[in-house]
């Protein structure tokens, strides 16, 4: 495995434990705390640098099954921040989220988790 790809996954598997934390809080309390702000904007910023260090690294056209599965659901995690964002900025870190936003948001997150599974049984199995 090259270098970079390792590096890449490693950033990646990094997006993957800040989403956890941002969402796992934001699902228990209902609402949006500094720590899902700050992990939620570490994970997809971290989500964006793997997603474009695999692109520069992969052999393969960026517009595979997988690639596509990941650009959508980082689109989908990039959509949550901006959701949970406004929330904040509007009402404050004292007022739940909507129902919407809360199943948006593990919808989301749930669909990130598979494609990075696929990703990482697409190194495995290769």
């Known amino acids: 495995m090259k270098p970079l ?11 993957l434990i800040s989403y956890s934390v941002a969402i796992i809080t934001e699902q228990r309390k209902r609402k949006v705390l500094n720590l899902v702000l700050i992990f939620l904007t570490l994970g997809v910023t971290l ?5 474009a260090m695999m692109i520069i690294v992969s ?5 595979t099954l997988h690639g596509i599965m990941g650009y959508t659901s980082l689109s989908l995690m990039l959509v949550d921040a901006f959701l949970l ?14 129902k919407g936003i809360h199943l948006y948001s593990r919808v989301a997150y749930i669909i990130w988790v598979l494609a990075y599974i696929t ?3 697409l190194v495995a199995l290769k």
């Open 5 to 15: 790809a390792i590096i890449a996954a490693t950033i990646v598997t990094i997006a």
């Open 47 to 51: 989500d964006i640098t793997s997603t």
């Open 85 to 98: 964002w406004k929330h904040r900025i509007k009402f404050g870190s004292e007022k739940e989220v909507s």
């Open 119 to 121: 990703g990482s049984l």
């Open 59 to 63: 052999e393969n056209s960026p517009f």
